[in-house]
């Protein structure tokens, strides 16, 4: 979905300093937000990429300020367009890493549970062929990030405060495009820095997320996204910062209509599914998403496997215990 869905401001709040640093992906450039002042603060660092780490460079310059004047990192979440950069900071400061607690595993590089991905992939019904790629996906991905060292990184929670910019944030941590995804408001100015919680143009990925404590061993990701949206529209923020495309404004707005988007969405995956018959994951995100291959095909599958939850819940489909796992409309 790709439209400008809530209004851009022409103007930044003040004393804030944007760069939209380049990403290999099809989102485009990630924001990269500068708190000037002490403690010097970056939200999302974007890449290790030497065109990057210039600009980078360009944003702290046009301060007066250089990479080793960072002395914090926020990131909103560990994707590599958000934190690939990270370790290079902390390799060039002595910045501190902050994140959500449940992204800290990604930021420092816990190794991945492979078999249980593996696992998880087989029942959304991957063919091998496709699965194959993905390793080499993945290994590309990590020559775009450097991880900090674990001492680097210090969790958040939910309702933590945390000091930049001269104001003091709320952290709200909720789950859904990441387990651990952090935004920051500011009561006293009513900014929101919304990472990829929020996004002007298009709807968050409800990113596929392996998690061995989950039945299914996957998190629930759009489900979790969906109960935690209200609570933005509540703060009703005057200006949003988000983690890709311009700020913006009109929350409520934003949100109704996202809500209204996952419906109809929902409603044409049950249309197909009784079309189908019996299909699996990776059938109804050929129909749906045919242009996507590689590793962009994980971001048709997360798509549609979070409309599944949703309709499974609401008991509109029935789940199989297969593998591939198979639906069929209630
Ligand atoms: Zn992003």
Redesign the pocket.
């Known amino acids: 979905m790709a439209d400008q869905l809530a209004p851009a401001l022409d103007d930044l709040p003040d004393r804030v300093r944007l760069a939209m640093l380049p990403t290999p992906f099809p989102?485009g450039a990630?924001n990269c937000w500068l708190f000037a002042e002490r403690p010097v603060t970056v939200v999302d660092p974007g890449m290790y990429l030497p065109e990057s780490l210039q600009m980078f460079e360009d944003l702290l310059a046009s301060e007066g300020l250089a990479v080793s004047d960072v002395d914090q990192v926020l990131l909103t979440h560990a994707?590599p367009?958000?934190f690939g950069a990270a370790g290079w900071i902390t390799e060039n400061s002595a910045a501190t890493v902050f994140c959500g607690t449940a992204e800290r595993d990604k930021v420092i590089d816990t190794p991945m549970d492979r078999d249980l991905a593996l696992a998880v992939v087989s029942d959304l019904g991957l063919p091998d062929d496709v699965i194959a790629v993905l390793p080499a996906g993945f290994e590309m991905l990590r020559q775009m990030i450097r991880h900090p060292l674990p001492a680097r990184v210090e969790p958040l929670e939910d309702g933590d405060t945390f000091d930049a910019g001269g104001r003091t944030w709320s952290v709200h941590v909720t789950p859904g495009h990441a387990q651990g995804h952090v935004s920051l408001h500011d009561p006293a100015a009513d900014v929101l820095v919304s990472g990829?919680h929020l996004l002007p143009h298009i709807t968050p990925n409800p990113a596929l997320e392996i998690d061995a404590t989950v039945e299914g061993g996957r998190r629930h990701s759009l489900v979790e996204y969906l109960a935690n949206l209200d609570r933005f529209a509540e703060l009703d923020a005057a200006a949003v910062l988000p983690?890709?495309g311009p700020a913006f404004a009109d929350v409520p707005g934003l949100v109704a209509t996202m809500h209204h988007h996952h419906e109809r969405r929902a409603d044409r995956i049950l249309e197909l599914i009784d079309g189908m018959g019996q299909p699996s994951v990776y059938e109804i995100a050929q129909v749906m998403f045919p242009t996507l291959d590689g590793m962009g095909v994980m971001l048709g599958i997360s798509e549609v496997v979070g409309h599944l939850d949703l309709l499974e819940r609401s008991g509109a489909v029935l789940r199989s215990s297969d593998t591939p796992v198979l639906y069929t409309a209630a």
């Open positions: 989102v990630v994707h367009d958000h990829d983690g890709h």
